[in-house]
C-alpha cells in the first residue's frame, strides 16, 4: 500500500500538481525563478523572505520536474555566509564535510536538525519571556552559553554511551 501512494506522489509530483498548501517555485534554465501563485519572476531575496514568513514552499525545475529546493536554500546560505557576518567558521564547515560518507552521516543530520529546532524553540521561549526587552546579540551569546555547554555535555554523555556498547557488542570485521 505504502508502494502505491508514494508512486502516485510522484506521478502527482511530476504532473506538476501542488501539495496542498504547498507553495510550488518553479526554476527555468535561465535561472530565473517563477511563483505559480503569484504568476511572476521572483528572485532569490524574494525566497529568502519566504522562508523568514515560514511559507512552505518546493522549487522544481521547470522541464524535469526535478526537486531543487535544496540546491536553492543552500544557494541562499551560500549567499548570506559570503556577505556580513558568517554564521559558520571554516573550522565547523570542514567539519561537517569530513561526516559526507562517514557512517555517522545520517546520524549527524538528524542531530543537527533537532539541535536547531530546540535552539529556535528556546529563542521564542527567552522572547516570549522577557516582551519588549531587546536582545543584542551579547545577550544572546550570554543566554546561549549555558545551552552550548549542555549540548556538549551531552554528546560527551552520547559518545561514552557508544563507547560502552562497543564494549558490549563489537562490530566491525574479528581479528
Known sequence: MATARKKAESTTEQAGEAKPGLRILKKYPNRRLYDTQTSSYITLADV?????????????DAKTQED???????QIILEEETGGVPMFSTASLAQIIRFYGHAMQGVMG???????????????????????????????????GGYAEQSKTLMNQWQEQLKQAGAMFPFGPKK
Open 110 to 144: 538528524g542531530l543537527l536538525e533537532r539541535q536547531m529546532q530546540a535552539f529556535a524553540d528556546m529563542q521564542q521561549r527567552f522572547t516570549e519571556q522577557t516582551p519588549g526587552m531587546p536582545f543584542t546579540p551579547e545577550a544572546w551569546t550570554g543566554l546561549m
Open 68 to 74: 531543487l529546493t535544496r540546491s536553492i536554500l543552500l
Open 48 to 60: 529568502k523572505r519566504m522562508v523568514l514568513e515560514g511559507v512552505a514552499f518546493e522549487v522544481h
